[in-house]
């Protein structure tokens, strides 16, 4: 079952993934624990910017799906493509720059429901 325990620390299952967009060589980790086994993605440029898509196991993540479960989530996109200084962030919940420190700045995202094809 996922958990969203908004700890003030990082814990055995808080994970902070970080993707840099690059034409040629994207790259992705996982600051906290090093959990990148099995996750796709994908960053493409478009007319307007890029696009980044990502697919987590939940074997990754050390949890089981169910509808209804509550996630601590965070998605921010940081500018910084000329190297050195970030120039801004744009973030999904967070209102203050801490979501890379402690979980307690997370939002909540729920999974409405399980979908098969």
């Not at 898509?53 to 996630?71: I, N, R």
């Not at 965070?74 to 200084?85: E, S, T, W, Y």
């Not at 203050?96 to 700045?105: I, R, V």
Request: charged share 25%; aromatic share 12%; hydrophobic share 30%.
């Amino acid at each position: 079952m996922p958990r969203d325990g908004k700890s003030a620390e990082y814990g055995p299952t808080d994970y902070q993934y970080g993707f840099s967009w690059d034409k040629t060589s994207p790259q992705m980790q996982e600051c906290k624990h090093s959990r990148t086994n099995g996750v796709q993605y994908a960053l493409v440029t478009t007319d307007t910017g890029y696009c980044v898509e990502v697919k987590f196991p939940w074997s990754t993540l050390g949890a089981k799906p169910s509808a209804g479960a509550k996630l601590g989530l965070d998605i921010q996109v940081n500018d910084n493509d000329a190297g050195g200084k970030r120039k801004s962030k744009l973030a999904w919940h967070a209102t203050e720059d801490k979501a890379w420190e402690t979980p307690q700045a997370f939002g909540n995202a729920e999974l409405a429901g399980l979908v098969g094809w």
